[in-house]
């Protein structure tokens, strides 16, 4: 089990750049989860897929983020028109089907310069 | 909103010292209870879920338990080791629809040798 995968590690951009951060949830897992992790904030919750559809995006800003799951083996958060506010790790998780463990990939850092 | 409050910042200790950390939270239903630790570079691992039903969580020497009156929860390990140097989160997840998980800030354990 290789576990969630999240790409790329690492990614800088440019302010007023788009950022697209991948992951793959572990295979057989149904619900996806992101969150965003920072110094000041901590562990916060994003957005929410169960069975590629949007549940919850109640953590998600309003402007210039943006969460898809096209399919069942992958999600992308997009952010368009960087800002250095939104320098973070951001972190994806998946879940079985009404489970409630949920497990973390190792996170995507993102810097915006 | 659901809340988790977890006070202790950094606790610096010994080889073979005992760990205690507390958690307190806020919710208006029955949660799932969890730790989860990270190391550097890492995403947060799944450590130990409580739930109301159990009260108690044992694994890798840590364990876990839950006190509905005073809506509390605790980690502790007897003998910490240098490699328990991590920073150590509780979280919580509602029993209600949707299984976001909502965090405490973390605390940093530095286990000298």
């Known amino acids: 089990n290789a576990g969630v995968i999240q790409t790329p590690r690492h990614k800088v951009t440019g302010k007023g750049q788009e950022a697209t951060l991948w992951c793959e949830p572990i295979?057989?897992?149904?619900?996806v989860f992101w969150y965003r992790q920072t110094i000041v904030q901590g562990l916060e919750f994003l957005t929410y897929?169960?069975?590629?559809?949007?549940?919850?995006d109640s953590g998600m800003p309003k402007e210039r983020f943006s969460a898809q799951m096209p399919n069942q083996s992958h999600s992308t958060l997009k952010i368009q028109s960087t800002q250095p506010q939104d320098s973070a790790v951001y972190l994806c998780?998946?879940?079985?089907?009404?489970?409630?463990?949920?497990?973390f990939g190792p996170g995507t850092r993102l810097t915006v310069l | 909103g659901d809340s988790v409050t977890q006070k202790q910042g950094q606790v610096t200790l010994s080889e073979d010292d005992f760990l205690f950390i507390n958690c307190t939270y806020s919710?208006?239903?029955?949660?799932?209870l969890f730790w989860y630790v990270q190391y550097p570079g890492q995403g947060p691992q799944l450590l130990l879920k409580v739930t109301t039903a159990n009260n108690k969580g044992i694994s890798r020497g840590f364990e876990a338990t839950y006190d509905k009156g005073t809506t509390s929860f605790h980690l502790q390990k007897a003998s910490v080791q240098e490699s328990d140097s991590a920073v150590y989160f509780c979280a919580l997840v509602p029993n209600s629809a949707g299984n976001k998980l909502t965090f405490g800030i973390g605390t940093r354990v530095l286990v000298r040798p």
């Open positions: 998780a998946s879940s079985l089907l009404g489970g409630r463990e949920q497990y």
């Open positions: 919710t208006t239903t029955y949660p799932t």
């Open positions: 295979s057989g897992h149904s619900a």
């Open positions: 897929f169960r069975n590629q559809a949007p549940i919850d």
